[in-house]
């Protein structure tokens, strides 16, 4: 398990450091092709291919993430943390990514974001 932890950790890092650069290229071996993304303000679910679309060559530099949580069970992880940027000073986020393994390997087959109320 803490190797699994240890695995998801590194992933959530890639994650974040592809969303700050805007690279789709960084980000696609993370994820399931069958991925899907539920916007927690929206409703929204899109696929893969709108995700990538409206990732890809928008960088966010300014990403920044605390609170990172991992829980492992089985071949099923999820990875949660809070996001925040210095261009939305007092302005929190929580993501909740689920992963599944699949032949000894990590993949990304959902993500969800919200706002946080405070």
């Known amino acids: 398990m803490t190797d699994d932890v240890a695995q998801l950790t ?4 890639r994650f974040i450091d592809a969303c700050r650069r ?9 994820l399931s092709p069958n991925f899907s ?5 929206t ?8 995700y990538a679309k ?11 993430i605390d ?3 991992v829980h492992v069970d089985g071949n099923t992880a999820i990875v949660s943390a809070r996001a925040f940027a210095d261009t939305r000073p007092g302005r929190f986020n929580r993501y ?12 990304c087959i959902h ?6 109320v405070e």
Do not use: M
Request: net charge negative.
């Open 67 to 69: 609170q990172v949580v």
């Open 10 to 13: 590194e992933l959530n890092t």
């Open 43 to 50: 409703g929204q679910v899109d696929d893969i291919e709108k």
């Open 54 to 64: 409206d990732l890809d060559g928008e960088p966010d530099p300014g990403l920044e």
């Open 96 to 107: 909740l990514d689920t992963y599944e393994r699949r032949d000894d390997q990590w993949v």
């Open 37 to 41: 993304y539920l916007d927690g303000r």
């Open 22 to 30: 805007g690279s789709w290229a960084d980000l696609k071996p993370i």
């Open 111 to 116: 993500a969800s974001v919200w706002r946080i």
